[in-house]
């Protein structure tokens, strides 16, 4: 059956189709162009590659000890040397990226959807309704973001699940704001009136018509905002309050290692440098999706 004999929706659901791919194509083409952000993909596949095959890549077991090999520097047998109890560090950092890739993809479940609905509704009714919620949003922003996440994980208690509840408590204001100010140019464009005129409800509008207007905005603050969130789980594991012994989180690794970190400093380099690493691709990727998705600054660039 051809497209032409199909009836409309179905025919209008293959164009859609059809046209994102061709739109995902042309961003992933633009990314895999632009050598910085191609660093940025290749090392974010490393890391999903990591997290999915970690048992078959991973040479030891992570939490295996082996007090007879305790802080052996790099070699064969040990590709990034030992820990102060003998556990291998490169198969604990092999492993540490599903936790990080973990807390990434949780943080950006629960952060896009709230922070996207606050903005835009904000943003769509104003008055009063908005003022409230960008008070509140205010309230969350005037504080560091590692401040506000120590409060809520001395609340909440210490824990890899407190602290990526944590995280996402005060990763959406940002996403919010952004949202707001896209929907507060759109809500009295043409189309948008058109659509009220033909009596379609708030909630479809904003659904249909502001929401996906909204999302490649959105989508270039979140990859950005990605690093600080590995940051921040890097840092609520160095203080003791993220993922506990023995997870092998990297921030966790690194407040273990640092009293060894002056005669054995793979214990911190290797960790930190996977942060590092992880913490720049997105921020690489987030640029180059920046100007992927927004044909103006990538003229006014060049």
């Not at 092999?94 to 959807?113: E, F, N, Q």
């Not at 409230?132 to 994980?153: G, Q």
């Not at 896209?182 to 009220?196: F, G, I, P």
Request: with cysteine; glycine share 10%.
């Amino acid at each position: 059956m051809t497209t032409e004999t199909m009836n409309p929706a179905a025919s209008q659901r293959i164009a859609a189709l059809r046209s994102g791919a061709e739109y995902t194509g042309t961003v992933v083409r633009h990314l895999a162009g632009n050598p910085s952000s191609l660093f940025g993909l290749v090392v974010i596949t490393v890391l999903v590659i990591l997290a999915v095959f970690a048992p078959l890549l991973a040479t030891h077991d992570p939490y295996a000890q082996d007090l007879a090999a305790t802080l052996q520097a790099p070699s064969g047998a040990h590709f990034f040397g030992t820990d102060e109890v003998g556990r291998d560090v490169y198969s604990r950092i092999v492993y540490g990226s599903r936790i990080t890739l973990s807390i990434i993809a949780l943080v950006a479940v629960i952060v896009g959807p709230i922070g996207l609905a606050v903005g835009t509704l904000a943003g769509y009714f104003g008055g009063w309704f908005d003022t409230v919620l960008m008070r509140i949003t205010d309230i969350f922003l005037s504080f560091p973001s590692l401040i506000l996440s120590l409060a809520f994980v001395a609340a909440l208690g210490a824990g890899l699940e407190n602290a990526i509840i944590a995280i996402a408590l005060t990763s959406w204001p940002p996403i919010a704001r952004l949202a707001r100010a896209e929907t507060l140019m759109l809500r009295n464009a043409d189309y948008v009136s058109a659509a009220k005129l033909q009596g379609a409800s708030a909630a479809r509008i904003i659904w249909k018509s502001i929401v996906p207007m909204c999302m490649p905005s959105v989508l270039v603050r979140l990859t950005l905002s990605m690093a600080t969130v590995i940051l921040t789980a890097a840092g609520l594991g160095f203080l003791g309050l993220g993922a506990q012994p023995p997870l092998p989180e990297w921030g966790a690794m690194i407040a273990i290692g640092r009293r060894y970190m002056l005669e054995s400093w793979w214990l911190v380099g290797f960790p930190g440098a996977a942060i590092l690493c992880v913490s720049l691709a997105f921020n690489l990727i987030g640029d180059g999706l920046r100007d992927a998705l927004d044909p103006k600054q990538r003229k006014g660039r060049h």
